[in-house]
């Protein structure tokens, strides 16, 4: 067979069409790769698209990851327990850039300050919400990424109504104790994926998910986005990986309940 009609790797079989990729697989597929390269950290995504991203790149490309059942065990792949991870053991493990976790927000701004405390003035809020919780630790002491299921303005916004995750800005503004394992590798939602690739930190729209345009974004952005010259499309899933989502990893389509098509 010559060169040229060899078939790709992964390819479908002759004749047979290419399936359907729907939008909550790209972002699991963004999610996943937010570890791609970790080594052995511990893995703490937070929400459906997130954790099934965390358990792919596990079962494929990052292999020494560490999964727990969000309690006090390392599970395995299958979800049982390889071993016991007491409290004092889980925060040695965050405050020396061991984990790298997934959260949600509430807010973003365009530095990476997130907000899932209260919208309004925090000392009479138009709405309370989950509290500041462990959020400052994260992001201070371990790599911390984030998750957007509905791309919108009041997401992502100029100025975020308090500081719960901590920006690269504010970081810079607090000194070397603060940047010491600060960083936001990515932040994904359902339209793209984005970084904070840019001379001053600010976030960088790093790939559109397929039927996305830039247009998009921008109008569903609060503030003013880097955007490179050419952006390239969040890659392809393999059609193991495919499988590993629908037939292993969430057969029961949770990804579809939190990512509309």
Request: contains cysteine.
């Amino acid at each position: 067979m010559s060169p040229a009609s060899t078939p790709a790797p992964d390819a479908p079989a002759s004749g047979a069409p290419a399936p359907v990729v729907t939008r909550a697989e790209y972002c699991v597929i963004a999610c996943a790769e937010a570890w791609r390269d970790n080594g052995e950290v511990l893995a703490s995504p937070m929400g459906p698209v997130p954790s099934i991203g965390a358990r792919l790149a596990k079962r494929t490309f990052s292999p020494d990851l560490l999964l727990t059942d969000g309690e006090a065990m390392l599970v395995g792949l299958d979800g049982t327990p390889e071993g016991w991870l007491p409290y004092r053991q889980h925060l040695t493990m965050v405050t020396g850039g061991r984990r790298h976790v997934m959260m949600g927000a509430s807010q973003l701004d365009r530095f990476g300050n997130q907000n899932i405390s209260c919208i309004g003035d925090w000392s009479r809020p138009t709405r309370q919400l989950l509290g500041v919780r462990g959020a400052p630790v994260n992001t201070l002491n371990n790599p911390t990424s984030y998750w957007v299921p509905r791309h919108s303005r009041r997401v992502f916004v100029e100025r975020v109504d308090m500081v719960c995750g901590v920006g690269y800005d504010r970081a810079a503004a607090a000194g070397p104790s603060a940047t010491r394992f600060h960083r936001v590798p990515r932040v994904v939602s359902d339209l793209g994926v984005f970084d904070f690739a840019t001379p001053d930190h600010s976030m960088r729209l790093a790939s559109l998910h397929p039927g996305v345009t830039v247009e998009q974004v921008r109008e569903a952005t609060g503030f003013r986005l880097a955007v490179p010259d050419e952006v390239p499309r969040t890659r392809e899933p393999t059609p193991e990986e495919l499988r590993l989502i629908r037939e292993v990893i969430d057969p029961g389509g949770a990804r579809d309940r939190e990512v509309r098509s």
